[in-house]
């Protein structure tokens, strides 16, 4: 019996292996996304703080410097937050790019495997005739020989 070899098989493991990279980089995305968003959150919090910290300036004493000095940290703080919150939003979109890239890629490979699964099938059933012709052929002489033996004996 031949040996079955899908003629797509090179395309087939080269969706594998493109799936299992998007894969590894959404991951990564995902990944990156976390320490982004606990960076915000600290971010946050520091923003929060300052402004506490800022109100009690202002209750306590009346220190410019020192107000003006809270006030461009506190405007420091929030650039850098908004900075961060678009870097956010940019790995968020890249992600769900990555992640539509992968989808295609996983349907485009689930083809390819019914494809090959259909062509395998159809392999054995060829095979499979192949044999019964050949059984059939191999009877049909061993019929005739015992016919003609028969004949000689008779």
Do not use: W
Request: glycine share 6%.
């Amino acid at each position: 019996m031949r040996r079955f070899k899908f003629s797509l098989a090179p395309v087939l493991s080269a969706k594998r292996r493109s799936e299992d990279a998007i894969r590894a980089q959404a991951a990564r995305l995902s990944r990156e996304i976390r320490v982004e968003e606990a960076r915000l959150r600290e971010m946050r919090d520091c923003v929060s703080s300052a402004r506490r910290d800022l109100a009690g300036i202002q209750a306590s004493t009346v220190n410019t410097d020192m107000i003006l000095k809270h006030l461009a940290y506190i405007s420091r703080l929030g650039g850098e937050l908004m900075n961060r919150r678009r870097r956010l939003e940019e790995l968020s979109q890249e992600r769900a790019a990555m992640l539509a890239r992968l989808l295609q890629v996983a349907k485009e490979r689930k083809a390819l495997e019914r494809l090959e699964g259909r062509e395998k099938a159809g392999h054995q059933a060829e095979e499979a005739r192949k044999e019964i012709k050949e059984l059939d052929d191999m009877g049909a002489v061993s019929a005739a020989r015992r016919r003609a033996a028969g004949e000689v004996e008779g």
